[in-house]
């Protein structure tokens, strides 16, 4: 039988004065509150408050890092859960008759930390051990610091943005804003749905749209004023940022005729890849623009093929593990972008990479230059401890710490978020000693910066949109 253990210098470098200048780092940091500016956990979760209902909803069945490694291993997605109903105890014995398979990934590390940090277990899963730490996590999931507000407060979240359709009510957002809860959970403006013109349900999302908004979206011009406003009600709900999801880190602007065309060809059921491709890269070059006039900080995520099995999109829904990088280039698709907006004043964007040939070559040069990009932290398949420690090496060098935008812990798996960002204030610490090792960093500076990078740099970049005067 096996134990869960936590090492106090895990994830920290092996050359031992190194690993001690990074555990005196570490310790200035560990505690300082968690900035979460991107991620998907569902508001109503906290304006509802009620305890989470089973360990395997807690665990396994909305984190899509867990099912799809388990998918992977020859599991049912519906044997855990997803897009079928199944005994959640039956789920939680398949995961611990599987537990070996996360040797090594974050996944492994985020769950160690969870179950005994969080929930103070210490029997490690395994199919003779399944049923012992069902019970006691169940009994733990009753108790009331373990609802969703309490443990909020426990692991020391200041802010958490959830990441939200423009289609959405923003009705949790505003049960939360009357309990006290507006300054600290907030949401983010997501219009992918509505920038892709191909997908099958975007007309009728699009009248919906304008329902929303109080203005009539027959036409181009009353879509993107639908879209103003839209953002500015969530300006008004709290928001500091919008995302952007696309294949491509494309913003070639469209002559507003051509966009017109698009957009009502679209309406008709009758535009070309090759158009609605174009259009999503029109959108955000307006979609900056919008943000040099509300001040929400534009964050891209590109280089992402969604929903790579049709089958599984069809059968379980997205997000379901199955978004796999491809490679992406950022110099020629992000110049008109950053040739119009990047040195405006009230214009701050966030670019993110799956694929990691860009950070050096790349984003590190543009970030370097331009005032208004900063880089994202490693996300999806690079939040890891090797995958955080390249970002680091790769960006540093060119870009320095100051240009880059704090970690995000991009989780639906709420009781996840504490670890994610313990494993990147560690792997900074570790980066941050080896400097001070090898006397290119003095320690004082190194202790300045690991605060900055884990909550003063997030902080203020992600401020309040300042009113526009004159």
């Given amino acids: 039988m096996r134990y869960l253990q936590l090492h106090e210098d895990r994830a920290l470098p092996l050359d031992p004065t190194a690993r001690d ?11 300082l509150p968690l900035v979460c500016m991107h991620g998907h956990v569902d508001a109503a979760v906290l304006a509802d408050d009620v305890p989470f209902p089973d360990p395997a909803r807690m665990f396994i069945t909305l984190d899509h ?53 969080v929930f ?43 990441t939200d359709s423009p289609l959405d009510d923003l009705s949790a957002h505003r049960r939360l804003a009357a309990e006290g809860w507006g300054e600290q959970v907030i949401p983010t403006f997501r219009p992918d749905a509505l920038v892709h013109l191909a997908r099958p349900q975007w007309a009728g999302e699009v009248a919906d749209l304008g329902r929303l908004a109080g203005v009539d979206t027959g036409d181009y011009a009353g879509y993107l004023e639908a879209l103003r406003r839209r953002r500015l009600d969530f300006v008004a ?52 623009r ?72 790349e984003l590190a040069p543009l970030a370097g230059v331009y005032p208004a990009l900063h ?10 401890p090797d995958g955080l420690r390249r970002f680091r090496q790769a960006v540093t060098e060119t870009a320095g710490f100051y240009r880059t935008a704090g970690f995000v812990d991009d989780t639906r798996a709420f009781a996840s978020i504490p670890a994610r960002h313990d494993l990147a204030r560690r792997i900074d610490a570790g980066y941050l000693a ?12 190194a202790f300045e910066t690991a605060a900055d990078l884990a909550y003063t740099i997030p902080r203020r970049l992600y401020r309040r949109p300042e009113p526009l005067t004159g």
């Fill in 21 to 31: 200048i990074a555990l005196n780092l570490y310790a200035e940091t560990r505690s």
């Fill in 65 to 117: 890092y867990v099912t799809r490694l388990l998918h992977a291993g020859g599991v049912p997605l519906e044997d855990l859960g997803v897009g079928a109903d199944r005994d959640p105890r039956e789920i939680w014995r398949t995961f611990c008759a599987h537990w070996h398979l996360f040797r090594g990934t974050p996944s492994r590390y985020w769950l160690t930390h969870e179950l005994v940090d």
């Fill in 120 to 162: 103070g277990v210490e029997l490690a899963p395994a199919p003779e051990t399944a049923d012992e730490l069902y019970d006691e996590l169940s009994e733990r999931l009753a108790e009331p610091e373990f609802r969703p507000r309490a443990l909020f407060k426990r692991f020391g979240i200041e802010v958490l943005a959830t």
């Fill in 237 to 288: 709900a709290g928001a500091l940022a919008t995302d952007h999801g696309h294949e491509s880190a494309g913003t070639d602007p469209l002559p507003e005729a051509d966009a017109a065309r698009i957009y009502g060809a679209a309406l008709r059921g009758a535009v070309s890849e090759r158009d609605a491709a174009a259009f999503a890269g029109h959108m955000l070059y307006e979609m900056a």
């Fill in 290 to 361: 919008m943000s040099c006039e509300d001040g929400l900080v534009l964050q891209l995520h590109p280089g992402v093929l969604r929903n790579h099995s049709r089958a599984a999109l069809e059968r379980y829904g997205p997000d379901r593990g199955f978004d796999i990088p491809v490679a992406a280039e950022f110099t020629r698709s992000l110049r008109p972008l950053l040739e119009a907006f990047g040195h405006e004043p009230r214009f701050r964007m966030v670019a993110f990479t799956v694929d990691e040939t860009a950070y050096s070559r």
């Fill in 375 to 384: 880089l994202g932290a490693p996300w999806w398949f690079l939040d890891s």
């Fill in 434 to 445: 080896e400097l001070v090792a090898r006397r290119l960093l003095d320690l004082d500076e």
